[in-house]
């Protein structure tokens, strides 16, 4: 995974990014944590988080089943058109 930071003049602010390698046999969804639920004052994310999955070297039309559970964000892809690539 990779931060891409950049200055909006109030607030650093940045992208992340992951190449995955899809093994749709695997049923279980990614888990990333991200404190976006306060925690005695902690707070990674104050603004928010926006989330977007796509195809990195093809075009597919991926429909990731994302949810929060607290400050974990879970992504499960179960396209199997989509296995072998990477998102």
Same mark, same amino acid.
């Given at each position: 995974m990779l931060f891409f930071p950049f200055d909006?003049?109030?607030?650093i602010a =940045?992208?992340?990014?992951?190449?995955?390698? $899809?093994?749709? %046999?695997?049923?279980?969804p990614t888990v990333i944590h991200a404190q976006v639920v306060e925690n005695e004052g902690?707070?990674?994310?104050?603004? =928010?988080v926006?989330?977007?999955?796509?195809? $990195?070297?093809? %075009?597919?039309d991926v429909k990731p089943v994302i949810t929060w559970n607290g400050n974990d964000l879970t992504i499960l892809i179960n396209q199997d058109i989509l296995d072998g690539k990477t998102i």
């Open positions: 909006d003049g109030d607030t =940045g992208t992340f990014q992951a190449d995955i390698h $899809l093994d749709t %046999t695997i049923t279980a902690i707070n990674w994310y104050p603004y =928010g926006d989330i977007t999955v796509h195809s $990195l070297y093809e %075009t597919y």
